[in-house]
């Protein structure tokens, strides 16, 4: 519990670290240590946003409640074991907080997108100021607003948002609402954001509506997070890993986006700046397979599903018949486009929604699509004829296209290459196919299939191993390493204590760890066609920490992982990246980086004993 470290108040933007998130398993809100949520879409996690101040400080729009006294500091916490999110002030005059949460989906408020904002003196007499300033359509279109008997509604060509407030309102600047509100120890005001229907009156929500909710909604997150099965040495780290997961997760179709934020940059102001609002095929083997580890079947298995319509629908292109992402609707458009209006977090620009990676060449996807399958038939949850069938006509695909160039995992964009991981999860692809048509008897090639594998396996052992460096390297031709071949131990292509391997992730260690921050390789060595710096990659740091527990480094494991925890913010949260001073770059939070702690986390613990 934390907040409030390290920046000015009079700062436009608060560190990205500064925030905690809340939901309703359709989109999320960032709420800041200082009371305000910067980044809020409507009503879906790649709906155009409603709050973007994390993105323009002045044209974004926020939802600010903090307060109107000098000399406060603050302090940020989930309520245990839920997603509810509290931010308390300390000030001269007393002690407040405003709890804020989004009831679930399962909830009867789900499909309203509902924000519940409740403020609380909790000693003292203290004042707070609130101001509700939307900016629809990523502060593209215009609104009005007008004060209604229960509060305000705004409306906007796309989208309606209706506000119940249990204290008067006032039209500020004429689109903005505003109230300043004095409160004692033990009175409270709330404030609820809806999505209004068309058609539809602005609801009124009453203090014991918003007290029925908090209940239900605590009682929703207990009940799931219950469901885990680790009761290891980090269970606090793991299940606020879990819920955070969950968050990420869209409940219609059972998708995990990458992350809910677009355009947190990898640099501050750099150009790597770019849109996680999707679910990428490459998050599947990992999401599943922590999931799967820590109970959540019936999470994998909508998951699961979600994954078998996008090979069931898959049509040809040139860069295969997947993509590496897609809408968590399953759509395959993902457009992008920079929107010049919005200056970029920290003057970071340009700012993009879309992603134009989706249509690149990586043929990773296939080997963790595949690892994916593998593991739900393992765990329980078989893959049935006609997804079979579908499933090996990619297969028969990437069998005839494995050995060319392509973009790689890091979705570069300076050419393709003969990159050894993506070579790698080739090999997973064809290997796991195998093992799962000889396990289930299921039809298929399979002298021809494992004839591929083998292929695959004598070229990466021929090509891809560099007897200079002595250590596998990024791509062929090439002595540059790369934090992504962390993961061959982890996927059974080596044993991880074979010479070979032990050579490659001492040279790993030795040129892109430092203290435990991993980067994903040396951008001078090995241009990705972008330029600028970027920072280490915390998913690749617990890739490291597994890739050493695996190695029988149990103790240099460790203290690598303890040191990793201390880069989490204040409630537990990573971002995609950290940057050279300790702080959270990149989108924020991000699945695959609570994703990779949660399997370092597991083996670690299991190793220990």
Same mark, same amino acid.
């Given at each position: 519990?934390?907040?409030?470290?390290?920046?000015?108040?009079?700062?436009?933007?608060?560190?990205?670290?500064?925030?905690?998130?809340?939901? =309703?398993?359709?989109?999320?809100?960032?709420?800041?240590?200082? !009371?305000?949520?910067?980044?809020?879409?409507?009503?879906?996690?790649?709906?155009?946003?409603?709050?973007?101040?994390?993105?323009?400080?002045?044209?974004? !729009?926020?939802?600010?409640i903090?307060?109107?006294?000098?000399?406060?500091?603050?302090?940020?916490?989930?309520?245990?074991?839920?997603?509810?999110?509290i931010?308390?002030?300390?000030?001269?005059?007393?002690?407040?907080?405003?709890?804020?949460?989004?009831?679930?989906?399962?909830?009867?408020?789900?499909?309203?997108?509902?924000?519940?904002?409740?403020?609380? &003196?909790?000693?003292?007499?203290l004042?707070?100021?609130?101001?509700?300033?939307?900016?629809?359509?990523?502060?593209?279109?215009?609104?009005?607003?007008?004060?209604?008997?229960?509060?305000?509604?705004?409306?906007?060509s796309?989208?309606?948002?209706?506000?119940?407030?249990?204290?008067?309102?006032?039209?500020?600047?004429?689109?903005?609402?505003?109230?300043?509100?004095?409160?004692?120890?033990?009175?409270?005001?709330?404030?609820?954001?809806?999505?209004?229907?068309?058609?539809?009156?602005?609801?009124?929500?009453?203090?014991?509506?918003?007290?029925?909710?908090?209940?239900?909604?605590?009682?929703?997150?207990?009940?799931?997070?219950?469901?885990?099965?680790?009761?290891?040495?980090?269970?606090?780290?793991?299940?606020?890993?879990?819920l955070?997961?969950?968050?990420?997760?869209?409940?219609? +179709?059972?998708?995990?986006?990458?992350?809910?934020?677009?355009?947190?940059?990898?640099?501050?102001?750099?150009?790597?700046?770019? =849109?996680y609002?999707?679910?990428?095929?490459?998050?599947?083997?990992?999401?599943?397979?922590?999931?799967?580890?820590?109970?959540? =079947?019936?999470?994998?298995?909508?998951?699961?599903?979600?994954?078998?319509?996008?090979?069931?629908?898959?049509?040809?292109?040139?860069?295969?018949?997947?993509?590496?992402?897609?809408?968590?609707?399953?759509?395959? =458009?993902?457009?992008?486009?920079?929107?010049?209006?919005?200056?970029?977090?920290?003057?970071?620009?340009?700012?993009?929604?879309?992603?134009?990676?989706a249509?690149?060449?990586?043929?990773?996807?296939?080997?963790?699509?595949?690892?994916?399958?593998?593991?739900?038939?393992?765990?329980?949850?078989?893959?049935?004829h006609?997804?079979?069938?579908?499933?090996?006509?990619?297969?028969?695909?990437?069998?005839?296209?494995?050995?060319?160039?392509?973009?790689?995992?890091?979705?570069?964009?300076?050419?393709?290459?003969?990159?050894?991981?993506?070579?790698?999860?080739?090999?997973?692809?064809?290997?796991?196919?195998?093992?799962?048509?000889?396990?289930?008897? %299921?039809?298929?090639?399979?002298?021809?299939?494992? &004839? *591929?594998?083998?292929?695959?396996?004598?070229?990466?052992?021929?090509?891809?191993?560099?007897?200079?460096?002595?250590?596998?390297?990024?791509?062929?031709?090439?002595?540059?390493?790369?934090?992504? %071949?962390?993961?061959?131990?982890?996927?059974?292509?080596?044993?991880?204590?074979?010479?070979?391997? %032990?050579?490659?992730?001492?040279?790993? +260690?030795?040129?892109? *760890?430092?203290?435990?921050?991993?980067?994903?390789?040396? &951008?001078?060595?090995?241009?990705?066609?972008?330029?600028?710096t970027?920072?280490?990659?915390?998913?690749?740091?617990?890739?490291?920490?597994?890739? %050493?527990?695996?190695? !029988?480094?149990l103790?240099e494991?460790?203290?690598?992982?303890?040191?990793?925890?201390?880069?989490?913010?204040?409630v537990?949260?990573?971002?995609?990246?950290?940057?050279?001073?300790?702080?959270?770059?990149?989108?924020?939070?991000?699945?695959?980086?609570?994703?990779?702690?949660?399997?370092?986390?597991?083996?670690?613990d299991?190793?220990?004993?």
């Amino acid at each position: 519990m934390a907040g409030r470290r390290g920046w000015s108040s009079g700062s436009r933007y608060l560190p990205i670290a500064e925030h905690g998130l809340i939901g =309703d398993l359709h989109t999320v809100a960032l709420v800041g240590t200082d !009371g305000t949520i910067d980044w809020y879409c409507c009503p879906r996690f790649d709906s155009p946003s409603v709050f973007a101040a994390i993105l323009d400080a002045d044209r974004g !729009g926020r939802f600010r409640i903090a307060p109107d006294h000098d000399g406060w500091s603050s302090r940020q916490l989930y309520l245990p074991d839920t997603n509810v999110l509290i931010t308390r002030f300390l000030m001269p005059q007393g002690v407040g907080e405003v709890q804020d949460f989004m009831p679930p989906a399962s909830g009867r408020a789900a499909h309203r997108h509902r924000i519940v904002r409740r403020v609380v &003196a909790v000693r003292g007499q203290l004042r707070f100021l609130v101001e509700v300033a939307p900016r629809f359509d990523y502060a593209r279109g215009r609104h009005e607003v007008a004060l209604t008997d229960h509060g305000a509604v705004f409306r906007s060509s796309d989208l309606v948002l209706s506000l119940s407030a249990s204290r008067p309102l006032e039209i500020v600047d004429g689109r903005d609402v505003g109230a300043r509100v004095e409160l004692r120890a033990g009175e409270a005001a709330t404030y609820v954001l809806d999505r209004v229907e068309p058609g539809e009156a602005p609801p009124a929500c009453s203090d014991a509506d918003v007290e029925d909710e908090f209940v239900t909604t605590v009682a929703f997150w207990r009940s799931w997070i219950r469901r885990s099965s680790y009761s290891g040495r980090w269970r606090e780290m793991v299940d606020r890993s879990a819920l955070t997961l969950k968050l990420l997760t869209y409940a219609p +179709t059972g998708a995990i986006v990458a992350a809910p934020t677009t355009s947190l940059p990898e640099e501050l102001g750099g150009v790597r700046n770019w =849109d996680y609002r999707y679910t990428w095929m490459r998050d599947a083997a990992f999401s599943l397979y922590a999931l799967l580890r820590l109970g959540f =079947d019936e999470e994998a298995g909508a998951f699961m599903q979600w994954l078998e319509g996008r090979f069931r629908h898959a049509t040809g292109r040139d860069s295969g018949p997947l993509q590496i992402m897609y809408g968590v609707d399953g759509r395959e =458009d993902l457009a992008e486009q920079e929107l010049p209006h919005l200056e970029g977090y920290r003057g970071s620009a340009p700012v993009r929604i879309g992603n134009g990676a989706a249509h690149q060449l990586q043929l990773d996807i296939y080997g963790e699509l595949m690892d994916a399958v593998y593991l739900c038939n393992k765990y329980g949850r078989p893959l049935y004829h006609d997804g079979w069938m579908e499933l090996t006509r990619n297969l028969e695909w990437l069998m005839d296209h494995w050995d060319q160039p392509d973009e790689g995992i890091w979705e570069t964009r300076g050419g393709r290459r003969d990159y050894t991981y993506s070579r790698l999860m080739s090999w997973v692809a064809v290997e796991r196919a195998v093992r799962v048509a000889l396990q289930r008897g %299921l039809p298929a090639d399979v002298l021809h299939w494992m &004839a *591929v594998r083998d292929a695959i396996y004598n070229q990466i052992i021929e090509r891809g191993w560099n007897p200079t460096r002595r250590a596998f390297v990024q791509h062929y031709d090439s002595d540059v390493l790369d934090a992504s %071949l962390l993961l061959m131990p982890l996927c059974k292509f080596i044993a991880p204590t074979d010479p070979r391997w %032990l050579s490659t992730l001492d040279a790993i +260690t030795e040129e892109l *760890v430092s203290d435990s921050l991993v980067r994903r390789y040396d &951008a001078d060595a090995s241009p990705d066609g972008l330029t600028g710096t970027e920072a280490t990659f915390s998913m690749c740091s617990f890739w490291w920490v597994e890739a %050493l527990a695996r190695a !029988g480094r149990l103790d240099e494991a460790r203290l690598a992982f303890e040191k990793m925890l201390t880069y989490a913010n204040h409630v537990g949260l990573y971002s995609e990246e950290i940057g050279p001073t300790g702080e959270q770059l990149g989108n924020f939070p991000q699945a695959f980086t609570h994703l990779a702690l949660i399997s370092a986390a597991y083996d670690l613990d299991r190793r220990l004993g």
